[in-house]
């Protein structure tokens, strides 16, 4: 038996990165053994162990086979003769399927620190690219978004998404297979990104490959306004750099679809913008598509509400300085 550190905490470690979660890569064990060393499978059907005492996850060594639509459409085979070569080239990119041998399941220090690379991952590292290792990239849709949320989570380093990836990604998507995720899943990885210092670039690169047409049409028609796309991509910048809220990132993304936001901000300025019931009905449509997409995504209930909030007052709020006390309770 021998047991690796395997993925993030890889690739962390390398980037000087803070590692938040540890997995781990068994090889040449059975079910039985594991579950005789006390650990807790996760699943009757998935080869994903907790350990019994840190909670880190250990997954046996695994193969998978794409057998019908969507990340769930999978075979997984997992046996004492997979190797660690064979389990790493299931992983999405390249600096994700690195992996250092540690002394055992119950020690996690490493035997050596080598760091064990068969797909040209510590390259990549040096190059800062996101690269796919193999034309199996394909064969799962989640990994559009994966790979987009890298990019905003390295992208103050300097990470840039290699074409050959990009081309893949796009053709995912021309597939139709990013219908077939689930919601559930669309949230996570839409959450976690909008979480990273750098927001903006996971909604920039799906907007850019037209990966927001399933589960965010309402944003993609809005960011066909350069002016918006460009002003609320900015604005996300900004959160990243002050570390705001999930709500109140949200909130700024949702902005893009009310048009009333974008036109003549200043109060103080005349202008022959629409008139009032016109940007009312930009009100209600912005909130209509607010609620369209919290249910397509199924976007939790404390990030939709704020936004609506935000934008049931926001013209309140480009004079708040002129309310009475009144009007402003």
Not at 290 to 319: D, E, G, W
Request: a negative charge.
């Amino acid at each position: 038996m021998q047991v690796y550190l395997v993925g993030g905490a890889v690739r962390d470690q390398l980037l000087d990165h803070p590692i938040i979660d540890k997995d781990f890569v068994v090889v040449g064990a059975t079910v039985d053994e594991m579950l005789a060393a006390g650990f807790i499978q996760v699943g009757a059907d998935f080869p994903v162990f907790l350990h019994p005492t840190t909670q880190e996850e250990y997954a046996l060594a695994r193969t998978e086979r794409k057998l019908g639509h969507g990340y769930k459409g999978f075979s997984v085979h997992a046996s004492p003769d997979v190797t660690l070569q064979d389990d790493l080239q299931r992983r999405d990119l390249t600096i994700n399927a690195m992996a250092i041998e540690v002394t055992s399941l119950t020690d996690d220090t490493p035997l050596i620190g080598e760091v064990i690379d068969y797909y040209g991952g510590l390259d990549d590292i040096q190059s800062k690219t996101l690269r796919h290792i193999s034309q199996a990239f394909s064969e799962d849709p989640l990994r559009v978004l994966r790979v987009a949320r890298f990019y905003g989570r390295y992208y103050s380093l300097g990470f840039h998404i290699a074409e050959e990836t990009l081309i893949l990604m796009r053709q995912l998507v021309a597939s139709g297979e990013l219908a077939h995720l689930s919601a559930e899943r669309i949230w996570q990885e839409s959450n976690r990104a909008t979480m990273q210092s750098s927001p903006q670039v996971y909604w920039e690169q799906l907007y850019a490959i037209g990966a927001l047409t399933d589960y965010f049409a309402p944003l993609h028609h809005a960011w066909s306004n350069v002016h918006i796309r460009e002003t609320v991509q900015t604005a996300l910048y900004f959160a990243g750099q002050m570390q705001l809220n999930l709500s109140q990132r949200w909130t700024l993304l949702m902005a893009s679809l009310d048009q009333s936001l974008f036109v003549n901000p200043n109060p103080d300025i005349p202008s022959s913008s629409p008139n009032i019931s016109i940007m009312a009905e930009d009100k209600k449509a912005a909130l209509k598509a607010i609620t369209s997409i919290s249910n397509s995504a199924k976007v939790p209930k404390a990030p939709t509400q704020f936004a609506t909030l935000f934008i049931q007052q926001a013209s309140r709020l480009n004079t708040i300085d002129r309310l009475s006390a009144a009007e402003k309770n």
